[in-house]
């Protein structure tokens, strides 16, 4: 079934440590979203990309990178994790063509840095 | 910026009773999603609205948008457990290239 994944579904790091979350999927959406999800505060946009040469900072992007490798993968990036980083994560992607920006969520990465 | 308040925060209910969320915007609505998460999963789709006065229903939720509230509601009818979780409204930011989130609503229903 076309499908959005995401690599690793858990993870457990040290402050100061490089990170990386990916993404795939397999629906042939063009856009692809990053979201974090922290108790009591629903879900915050990190970082979206609309093409793969396109790239735009969402609400909370500050300590987070990301790369657009292909139409099908979307990195999120922390380059020297911190303990406030500890949340779940979330891949999304809708389709331009659709009209309407229903977007498909993938499982969530749970990450904690210690 | 647009912000969705989503009330009640928390919500326990008996197998069988009804319940309403509430979903509300501090600007017009133009689009107006309702997504459901299992504890530490994914979220899934439920429904879409568009239109002001617009009401749709999947199987016992039922969702309605008003515009001049800039509010919408969901409605589950006879809750069954396996209507636990959290469910959150997400709404067209002006422009319509992304999604703004509310914080949810965290729904146990007891036996």
């Known amino acids: 079934d076309a499908d959005v994944t995401q690599t690793p579904r858990n993870r457990i790091t040290k402050t100061g440590k490089r990170i990386m979350l990916e993404c795939s999927q397999t629906k042939g959406h063009d856009r692809m979203y990053w979201y974090r999800q922290d108790p009591g505060l629903g879900l915050q946009l990190i970082y979206y990309?609309?093409?793969?040469?396109?790239?735009n900072k969402g609400e909370i992007s500050d300590g987070y990178s990301v790369s657009r490798q292909a139409q099908a993968k979307f990195s999120l990036s922390l380059e020297s994790a911190i303990p406030n980083q500890t949340a779940l994560y979330f891949c999304?992607?809708?389709?331009?063509?659709?009209?309407?920006?229903?977007?498909?969520f993938g499982p969530g990465t749970r990450l904690t840095v210690l | 910026s647009q912000e969705l308040e989503q009330s009640p925060q928390s919500l326990i209910v008996q197998e069988g009773k009804n319940l309403t969320i509430n979903c509300t915007s501090s600007k017009t609505l133009y689009g107006l999603y309702w997504y459901k998460q299992k504890y530490g999963e994914g979220l899934i789709f439920l429904m879409m609205l568009q239109k002001g006065g617009e009401e749709k229903s999947h199987e016992k939720i039922t969702a309605k948008l008003d515009e001049k509230k800039q509010q919408s509601s969901l409605h589950i009818t006879a809750s069954q457990p396996s209507h636990a979780g959290i469910y959150l409204c997400?709404?067209?930011?002006?422009?319509?290239?992304?999604?703004?989130f509310g914080t949810g609503t965290r729904l146990l229903v007891s036996p």
């Open positions: 997400g709404a067209d930011v002006a422009g319509f290239q992304k999604l703004v």
């Open positions: 999304a992607t809708s389709a331009s063509s659709s009209g309407n920006n229903e977007q498909f």
């Open positions: 990309s609309f093409d793969v040469k396109d790239i």
